[in-house]
């Protein structure tokens, strides 16, 4: 069935400092990649997301990259806050249907 | 705009003992999901409805789980008898014809 592999599962970094956070995912008739963010005990919350029409997308400090060909997607945030502190996820989903897969999910503790 | 809204937000059962939690989506937005988190992992589907039709339940364990979403708009989830490895979180969520979706804060269930 379909899946989504999601790489590391816990990231530490120093604030200033860049995190990546890398998705593969198994069906190719994925053309929707959304990334979400989840603080402790609240709601996951879109953050960015990313069509298969396009390779890049950039929000201020993050920014999406989409390899169909290796259907890889990746989260990129620079200048790390403690803020950013929390648990994302990524997630595809096919043309046509209404249904998300998600990854397992990557914990990022920056570090003050 | 209200966001997606959940009940209770927190529910701790015995096992063997019903339990039942409610959503009501966005205004206007047609599609609902139910979600299944446990700690640490990804969003699990359990059910998704198209309006009141429930178009995917394939993931929801029948024996002991039911849903319902009677006029199309809000939505309840039950589990009777609950048992100890429900205790999970369980998120709803819902859409309109768009790729984006937007989640609830999610009933944290203890199963003691």
């Known amino acids: 069935g379909e899946n989504v592999e999601q790489h590391p599962s816990t990231l530490s970094v120093q604030e200033g400092d860049s995190a990546v956070i890398k998705c593969t995912y198994s069906d190719s008739a994925s053309n929707y990649f959304p990334w979400y963010k989840q603080e402790l005990g609240k709601r996951p919350q879109l953050i960015i997301d990313?069509?298969?029409?396009?390779g890049e997308k950039k929000d201020q400090r993050i920014a999406v990259t989409l390899n169909k060909t290796a259907k890889h997607f990746s989260l990129h945030i620079t200048e790390t806050q403690p803020e950013d502190s929390a648990v994302y996820f990524c997630?595809?989903?096919?043309?046509?249907?209404?249904?998300?897969?998600f990854g397992t999910g990557t914990r990022l503790k920056v570090l003050a | 705009e209200a966001g997606v809204v959940q009940s209770p937000r927190y529910k701790i059962i015995e096992k063997k003992q019903p339990v039942a939690f409610w959503c009501n989506p966005i205004s206007g937005h047609n599609t609902l999901y139910w979600y299944l988190q446990n700690l640490g992992q990804g969003p699990e589907l359990l059910i998704r409805y198209e309006n009141e039709e429930a178009v995917d339940d394939s993931q929801l364990p029948k024996d002991r789980f039911s849903a319902e979403r009677l006029k199309g708009v809000d939505s309840t989830l039950k589990i009777q008898p609950a048992e100890l490895g429900d205790s999970a979180v369980y998120l709803c969520?819902?859409?309109?014809?768009?790729?984006?979706?937007?989640f609830g804060p999610g009933t944290r269930l203890t199963v003691l």
């Open positions: 990313i069509r298969s029409n396009v």
């Open positions: 969520a819902s859409a309109t014809s768009g790729d984006e979706q937007f």
């Open positions: 997630a595809a989903k096919a043309s046509g249907t209404y249904k998300y897969i």
